[in-house]
């Protein structure tokens, strides 16, 4: 795996098999133009590694031009191609192949066949090293290519990601990640939030926490924020849809976000379900719920000490902690249940060094 910019890619072809397919091209245009001297015109910047390669590969007389054309801004195409270069004016009644790195929606190649069609040339074909048949529009003959390749954005072999990446002698594909969207469960002291933290790093996850969205909504007054003001005033539970609102708004406000933890919610089966049903309206569906398990004495010991240091009063008396301790288990047996029966429930040992423990939820996840 490699790193360009703020993207990762892994290894796509070898830089064995990109050679063979440059000989393979080079031997099938030696066929047709062995008893000729051709021009072979090079389309910068993505090219010139090919065009280098080709060259040195291919057996008779031959000559060698530029074109510069530009068409892609990042990952994606802007759908505007722009000439930076010109061809040189010694081509008339000349036979010109020209020599693209690769070829895709064929944008650049109508430009391309644009630029000679004003020309006097004898004739002109194409050579791709690279073929994305399933998205190329098939308006020109591609005469030549030497590897067909599915429609993923790819580096290396002079081919940039804002132009970093060409220099590479491999061809590597973006690596684009799974989606992750996690439930997160713990008893009180087990390290939910600490690792929750990590999470987010490791995989660009967006942590969800519900105390946190109804704290957020409310101190903002915000349309939300005061309807669930309204049922907490009445000494009523806010309901589930208020809730769901809430995380609606979370989800659709990050949408660069590899994924979500969802932390404090759902707290009932009910609440599963809804939560399910409104990621299934994105497209998008719990991979996993993780709980982190350790033993009650082990966690009333770590929230007694937390709590001389937070001052928090739950956190000073053993009786509180044991009914904290109480509620968690009467809402979690059901949720586990749930969540078994679509096998997405995994335990893990909450106790432990940090970073142990961090390499147990790292496990489960890698191997989602």
Known sequence: MIQLHDKYFKPFLSEGQIQAAVKEVSRKVAADYG?????????????????????????????????????????????????????????????????????????????????????????????????KSEIYNGEYAIDYWGIEIPDKFIVGYGLDYKELGRNLKEVYQLNQKHMINLVLFGKPGAGKGTQAEFLKEEYNLKHISTGDLFRYNIKNDTELGKLAKSYMDDGNLVPDEVTIRMLEEAVNSNPDASGFIFDGFPRTTAQAAALDEFLVSKGMKIDATIALEAHDKALTERLLERGKVSGRTDDQDEAKIRNRFAEYNEKTAPLREYYEAQGKFHSVNGIGEIDAVTHRLRKVIEEL
């Open 35 to 131: 008893e000729q001297t051709p021009i072979f015109v090079g389309v910068l910047n993505g090219s010139f590694m090919f065009v280098s390669d080709f060259l040195k590969a291919y057996p008779h007389p031959c000559e060698v031009s530029f074109v510069k054309l530009s068409s892609y801004h990042g990952l994606t195409s802007t759908g505007i191609v722009e000439t930076l270069l010109d061809v040189s004016e010694n081509i008339e009644g000349r036979s010109v192949i020209i020599l693209e790195d690769i070829i895709d929606t064929g944008r650049t190649l109508k430009k391309l066949v644009h630029l000679f069609s004003k020309s006097n040339v004898k004739e002109f074909k194409i050579a791709s090293l690279f073929y």
